[in-house]
Nanobody
Framework: QVQLVESGGGQVQTGGSLRLSCVAS????????MGWFRQAPGQEREFVAS????????SYGDSVKGRFTISRDNSKNALYLQMNSLKPEDAAVYYC?????????????????WGRGTQVTVSA
């Protein structure tokens, strides 16, 4: 069974940075778009960022534009999310996901494989 495993979450102070990683096992996603979503308690899952199969196209949710950067390394079957200038409202469980196609956007339904998530906590 294909697995996506996130890591890099933790607790950070407001204004701090974290780098999340996601590694795929048992198959590669070189031809698939990848994305990051997040979900805070009591809230719906929110799109954070996506990246096309070759990294040539990226998109971001409005709340993270200019602060977060998505990237990938297909040679390592890995996806990353660099998060800077973190705010308390960024606190959530962050999930990585693999898309159906080479390019995917903000619709969670376009993603077929999901990790279990990593917790990000931001203290004021």
């Amino acid at each position: 069974q294909v697995q996506l495993v996130e890591s890099g979450g933790g607790q950070v102070q407001t204004g701090g940075s974290l780098r999340l990683s996601c590694v795929a096992s048992r198959r590669n996603f070189w031809n698939n778009a990848m994305g990051w979503f997040r979900q805070a308690p009591g809230q719906e899952r929110e799109f954070v960022a996506s990246i096309s199969w070759n990294g040539g196209a990226t998109s971001y949710g409005d709340s993270v534009k200019g602060r977060f950067t998505i990237s990938r390394d297909n040679s390592k079957n890995a996806l990353y999310l660099q998060m800077n200038s973190l705010k308390p409202e960024d606190a959530a469980v962050y999930y990585c996901a693999a898309g159906r196609r080479a390019i995917s956007g903000s619709n969670a339904g376009d993603y077929t494989t999901w990790g279990r998530g990593t917790q990000v906590t931001v203290s004021a």
